[in-house]
């Protein structure tokens, strides 16, 4: 069992920034893949960006570049700093870990403003 807690949401104009942690109850170098997804108001949750245990790193055609998720094995902790931030990523952001099955944290709501 993993339990995940996201924080760093907020409000936050176009063109800014915000930085999204997920604190995990255990450790993260033992669970195979880390990630962040997000979910807009009346659209499917989808893939934002994932971290692999030995660190490769995917990401979603419409963050890269703009995106960059990170983990701190020491602190039980990913990250995912988030730049360039325009209208269209305003979502509920989830946390996720995967280890035979996902499990998510609550959800963070990013607001892009423009």
């Known amino acids: 069992q993993v339990y995940l807690v996201e924080s760093g949401g907020g409000l936050v104009q176009a063109g800014g920034s915000l930085r999204l942690s997920c604190a995990a109850s255990k450790t993260i170098f033992s669970i195979d893949a880390m990630g962040w997804y997000r979910q807009a108001p009346g659209k499917q949750r989808e893939l934002v960006a994932t971290i692999t245990a030995d660190g490769s790193t995917n990401y979603a055609d419409t963050v890269k570049g703009r995106f960059t998720i990170s983990r701190d094995d020491a602190k039980n902790t990913v990250y995912l700093q988030m730049n360039s931030l325009k209208p269209e990523d305003t979502a509920v952001y989830y946390c996720?870990?995967?280890?035979?099955?996902?499990?998510w944290g609550q959800g963070t709501q990013v607001t892009v403003s423009s």
């Open positions: 996720d870990a995967w280890q035979r099955r996902h499990y």
